[in-house]
């Protein structure tokens, strides 16, 4: 067995002593230690100590739910795995998840929540649970309800994400910041980068702050036919990266999404296809780049039809919207058409009727007429293939 190993330069690792006030420094016995943001999962610190004998296993450091802070941000270890190998020291392999999470994980037991919205639910157990947070308004409900059977044990968090599926949001935290929104409410409203992943004299500048060390972008012919991107930025700047912030490649062919400027020259091309960060992770205590994951967002049964955002068709299925209907979709409708937050509630009413004819008396747009298909000429049905209806619009002069 080795006597030593080197060690990583590290901030700030500690783990609280059980039942007391203080704290233990282990960072000087740490060898390996990840950082992992995600839209898909809590944050999370994995880290591999070198422990020979397993002296501070056997003290109890690593027990599971025992605290743990990283440069100032707090997590609580979830697992815990020891290993002895020939010619390898003695290693525990710890990976801690945050701690607010962990304690929403953990809180149980059957309730109901009355006349509140799913968004003013996450709000207040975002305070409880001592976490910032980004929300989405929506629409109140009669009830909210924490289940606890035979067959259904949920807890706060659980019910947090199904409260999120419901309205087609996303609820995730990172770096304690609990997100509960849509994703493309989300990523209008986060930072955006620019990553030049040219070649030769269109490549990016090796001082570039955003200079893509290695990529990889992805499409296929999927539910959704957007495309994913993996890239490795440096460090200093890329772990300012959060999920939900965005990315608009350049020089990217039709990854980039671009629209010709004047003259149609590339150098004039707009990139009009944003991705969105989906996870961030790094190793400390080295120079390696930061692996970034992100991609165009999934179309949903209620996403305009937006390039920057997806493809920018709108699949099989989506409604058209009209007076009297309710739903996280006529949200998203209040919301592009600029109507004041207070009046994006999900409900299409007076003024939401109102905002969408100014709207269309803006655009030159009227009323919608839906033809069906066997109404019209024998002789013109051929151009319309299998469509069995067909929408045109009457322009208000």
């Not at 991705?275 to 305009?304: C, F, I, Q, Y």
């Amino acid at each position: 067995m080795a006597d030593s190993i080197s060690v990583l330069q590290l901030g700030d690792l500690k783990v609280a002593e059980v039942g007391t006030e203080r704290t233990a420094e282990i960072s000087e016995s740490v060898t390996e230690l990840n950082v992992q943001l995600s839209s898909r999962q809590p944050s999370s610190i994995i880290f591999k100590v070198y422990d020979p004998d397993f002296k501070m296993f056997n003290a109890n450091y690593f027990q599971v739910r025992r605290e743990v802070s990283y440069l100032g941000y707090k997590y609580e270890i979830a697992s815990v795995t020891i290993s002895r190998m020939p010619g390898t020291p003695d290693a525990v392999h710890v990976r801690c998840g945050s701690r607010a999470v962990q304690k929403l994980a953990r809180d149980k037991g059957a309730f109901t929540w009355n006349g509140i919205t799913a968004a003013e639910f996450a709000r207040q157990k975002a305070d409880e649970f001592g976490m910032q947070m980004f929300i989405q308004q929506s629409i109140q409900v009669d009830s909210i309800t924490r289940i606890q059977s035979d067959e259904r044990d949920e807890s706060t968090w659980d019910v947090l994400q199904r409260l999120a599926a419901d309205l087609e949001y996303v609820c995730f935290e990172a770096y304690n910041v609990l997100y509960f929104t849509s994703e493309d409410y989300l990523l209008e409203r986060q930072p955006h980068i620019s990553v030049n992943i040219g070649s030769g004299e269109d490549g990016a500048d090796p001082e570039d702050p955003w200079y893509p060390y290695a990529f990889t972008v992805q499409t296929n012919d999927d539910d959704w036919a957007g495309s994913s991107l993996t890239v490795k930025l440096p460090r200093v700047n890329a772990q300012g990266l959060r999920p939900g912030m965005g990315i608009q490649l350049l020089r990217g062919g039709a990854f980039t999404g671009t629209t010709p400027g004047a003259g149609g020259t590339f150098e004039a091309r707009v990139p009009t296809r944003t991705h969105m960060v989906t996870d961030v992770k790094w190793p400390e205590g080295t120079n390696e780049p930061v692996s970034v994951n992100a991609r165009t967002l999934k179309e949903t049964g209620d996403t305009v039809a937006d390039t920057s955002v997806g493809r920018g068709v709108i699949p099989f299925g989506s409604r058209n919207l009209q007076e009297g209907d309710t739903g996280s979709d006529v949200q998203r409708l209040q919301m592009a058409l600029g109507m004041p937050e207070n009046l994006q509630d999900g409900v299409f009413g007076k003024r939401t009727l109102s905002a969408v004819k100014a709207w269309q008396r803006e655009n030159k747009l009227g009323t919608a007429t839906t033809t069906q298909i066997s109404e019209v000429d024998a002789a013109d049905r051929s151009f319309f293939g299998e469509l069995s209806q067909i929408t045109t619009y009457d322009v208000d002069g």
